[in-house]
């Protein structure tokens, strides 16, 4: 079953220069992208930086709106929900954990306001491995593994069924990657949430996704089951993503 | 998060000696009528203009009023006046600069333009043109020194609103369903408001300087309301065998405004994102 | 020709200090690629900033050990004299390409300053051919006439590092030290840059530091590798054996956590 279907999405951005800021042309970052994400899976989204993938998933989440394309939830627009509806639907994790809590309210605050009920939050805390205490710390005193299991558990206060991860991997240190990715299929287990997981690594992909699909320029080149793609490339772009891959001598 | 703050400004000695000279001036402004040794109203005009002595610590004025306890009283008006200044232009100029910050589109453009013309208009004579209008008091003087103050601060708050709102932990916010309301108060205000601080509590010094200027020219607060700007007025006529009249009031002002100052630097030490 | 002995490092925080080497002990052979490994926070790249001695003085200090370059023990170095070392005979390249260029200069003038610092004269701009600034352009295959006049902003991130790289290249130095050069960068990237920096450093004969936190990318390109944890060495030895048979513990949980594929197991 289709949970969230991507149709011909565009988006295109105005590059603006000289001392009027005038426009001087446009870059496309997305050209006629369709994507559809089935229910209880995880896809993964891979490609360079600048393919594009970030500015799908942030459309995805209604971040930023495309220029044209549907986005459809179960067989019904996106745009019928209100904010707070496709709150309970989708949510998303950024890339820095640096930059994705806010600096001047506490642990225990931030998700309280997602929650509505401060008493759950030191439950969520411990469900991505962390101590109730934590609630009451800062986001400056944890460790950037530590404030991406946070930034998750905001993630999941609102219940969604589809949680887009923005490369939640690559600001942390190949150890913490591991851990964190192992959080990640825990939850998805417990929570039988959908995935759409991007990032630029095909071995984080092969460890996690069930499909995977391939961007490259704004332009999707390849798709099809993670075992598929990761044992028979067929495009160019697939192929030299997957020797980028270190491997062990 | 506030010890933090805390340990950081104990270090700053200079900002703990501004500090400390302000609750000092507060708690004069106060109790002024406790501490002051003299009535600052009550003339004795056969003291007239009687250089510092043992009886009045800082002499008297033309009319025999002691100048210690005037200028004690006159501190309840330099900070009153520095106080609600500020304060009317926070208000105003951290509402608008986060509406027009956080919104953006033809909001952004009213109230910017609206700040761009108020900026380019000169504010000593508005503020002249006005109090002459109005008739000088010291309700007029606070009122249109936070008047004229609310555009700058506007623009501090609303670029530093722009930058914030992209951030991720904002974006966080909005998917979650936050309304934009709350979004505002709750998660943009804290991340804004360190250089709005550090600019207010500058402020505060210059409308302690603005009143100063006004009550010397005589457009500020009338006597026998003693402030430290019309004490000076008087000392200006008798400059040549009353120095004291002078003196005393002007090291009054210096000394609160250099407070401030430290005081704001200080601050801004603090709250710097970058430590 | 890199002999360090038993170095220590420890850095102020608040009052504290908060030692960050401890008594570590490598050596580097003249031309020998070495990795050094660890998680954040293991003291890796305090390691090389110390190596250049570039910790400033109210952020920490170097409390024991010899840093041996050649003849001489870098800690006991003038000023004047690590001077003409730093950048000249053992260069760095820093892990972010996005901050390492200065914005308001243009990418000639910045790197035209390296030569200036170390002496070199850059030649007049007639003389095409054997511009220093348009070869090393080409060696990190960058096309000079586009790059030379422009700034940074303009360049992509691994243009920058493929910039940076050209100009530590630039004096010829004996020993690079690489801080985490393609962490910032995409897996494409990050490939290209490596196969780049590799292939120059066999080419020049050059010594390299490779530090890094990914076990698996270090494994594809030096020949020896040392596992920092902590501040302490717990591991060092030639890059087949430590793969093979790990001795310490934590190397073999780093090695667990690579991804399967960079393990080539299933």
Redesign the interface.
């Known amino acids: 079953m289709v949970l969230l279907e991507a149709r011909n999405i565009c988006k295109t951005f105005p590059i603006e220069g000289g001392i009027f800021r005038r426009r001087i042309g446009t870059v496309q970052a997305l050209k006629d992208v369709s994507i559809s994400i089935q229910k209880g899976e995880t896809l993964a989204l891979v490609g360079g930086s600048g393919c594009g993938k970030s500015t799908f998933a942030r459309i995805l989440a209604g971040l930023i709106t495309a220029d044209s394309g549907d986005l459809i939830w179960e067989g019904m627009s996106l745009e019928r929900y209100s904010r707070r509806e496709r709150a309970k639907r989708v949510q998303m994790i950024f890339q820095d954990p640096f930059a994705s809590l806010n600096p001047k309210l506490s642990v225990g605050t931030q998700l309280g306001e997602v929650l509505h009920s401060s008493s759950s939050a030191a439950a969520l805390l411990q469900t991505v491995g962390l101590e109730a205490e934590a609630a009451g710390h800062y986001p400056f005193q944890f460790s950037g593994g530590q404030r991406q299991r946070i930034a998750i558990a905001r993630a999941l206060a609102p219940q969604p069924e589809l949680l887009i991860a923005d490369e939640p991997l690559s600001a942390l240190d190949v150890t913490i990657q591991s851990h964190i990715l192992r959080l990640f299929k825990k939850l998805k287990s417990d929570y039988n949430l959908t995935i759409l997981f991007i990032t630029h690594d095909l071995a984080v992909a092969e460890e996690f996704a069930d499909r995977v699909a391939v961007i490259e320029n704004g332009c999707l080149v390849e798709e099809g089951s993670a075992r598929e793609i990761l044992s028979e490339p067929k495009h160019t772009y697939t192929q030299a993503l997957l020797r980028a891959v270190p491997k062990l001598p | 998060?506030i010890t933090l703050y805390f340990?950081r400004f104990r270090r700053n000695r200079l900002a703990i000696a501004g500090m400390a000279v302000i609750i000092f001036l507060a708690f004069l402004a106060i109790f002024a009528a406790r501490i002051a040794p003299h009535d600052p109203i009550i003339q004795n005009l056969t003291q007239r203009l009687s250089p510092p002595s043992a009886r009045h610590w800082l002499g008297t004025d033309d009319l025999g009023r002691d100048v210690l306890s005037r200028l004690i009283f006159g501190t309840r008006v330099s900070l009153s006046v520095g106080f609600v200044a500020v304060g009317i232009s926070l208000i105003i100029g951290t509402t608008l600069g986060l509406i027009a910050g956080f919104f953006g589109k033809w909001i952004d453009t009213i109230i910017m333009r609206l700040v761009d013309v108020m900026l380019s208009i000169p504010t000593l004579f508005l503020i002249l043109a006005v109090l002459a209008f109005l008739g000088p008091n010291i309700y007029n003087v606070m009122a249109i020194i936070g008047l004229t103050a609310w555009p700058g601060l506007a623009r501090l708050v609303r670029g530093e609103c722009l930058s914030v709102r992209e951030?991720?932990?904002?974006?966080?916010?909005?998917?979650?369903?936050?309304s934009n309301f709350?979004i505002l108060w709750?998660?943009i205000f804290?991340?804004v408001i360190a250089p709005v601080l550090v600019s207010a509590t500058l402020g505060v010094g210059g409308a302690v300087l603005t009143e100063s200027a006004l009550s010397f020219l005589g457009l500020g607060v009338q006597p026998p309301m003693p402030s430290w700007g019309n004490i000076l007025s008087i000392g200006r006529d008798y400059l040549h065998i009353a120095w004291w009249l002078s003196l005393f009031p002007a090291c009054a002002i210096l000394i609160t405004v250099l407070s401030f100052n430290l005081l704001g630097e200080g601050l801004r030490d603090v709250l710097d994102?970058r430590s | 020709m890199l002999n360090i002995e038993h170095l220590s490092v420890e850095y102020y925080r608040r009052g504290k200090t908060i030692p960050a080497v401890r008594d570590v002990s490598l050596t580097l052979a003249p031309g020998e690629t070495l990795g050094l490994v660890g998680e954040s926070g293991s003291g890796k790249s305090t390691l090389a900033l110390a190596i250049l001695r570039l910790i400033a003085p109210n952020e920490g200090r170097i409390t024991c050990g010899k840093i041996i370059f050649g003849e001489s023990n870098l800690l006991c170095l003038k000023d004047s004299a690590m001077r003409q070392i730093r950048g000249r005979d053992i260069s760095m390249i820093f892990q972010d390409p996005f901050t390492a260029l200065n914005p308001v200069m243009r990418v000639r003038d910045q790197m035209a300053e390296v030569l200036e610092a170390h002496g070199i004269r850059p030649p007049v701009a007639a003389d095409v051919g054997s511009d220093p600034l348009v070869n090393s352009l080409r060696q990190v295959q960058l096309d000079p006439e586009r790059v030379l006049e422009a700034y940074p902003h303009l360049l992509s991130g691994g243009q920058r590092q493929r910039v940076l790289i050209a100009m530590s290249l630039l004096t010829r130095p004996k020993l690079l030290l690489a801080d985490e050069p393609t962490t910032a960068l995409d897996v494409l990237v990050q490939k290209d840059i490596l196969d780049l920096l590799f292939r120059l450093q066999r080419e020049l004969g050059m010594a390299m530091l490779f530090i890094s936190h990914n076990l698996g990318l270090v494994a594809n390109y030096t020949q020896r590798i040392a596992v920092m944890k902590e501040g302490r060495l717990v591991e060092e030895g030639e890059t087949q054996t430590l793969f093979r048979q790990p001795r310490d513990s934590y190397t073999k949980e780093l090695i667990e956590a690579l991804p399967a594929m960079t393990r080539g197991i299933r």
Request: net charge positive.
């Open positions: 998060m340990e951030r991720d932990y904002i974006q966080a916010a909005r998917l979650a369903g936050i709350r709750v998660h804290p991340n994102p």
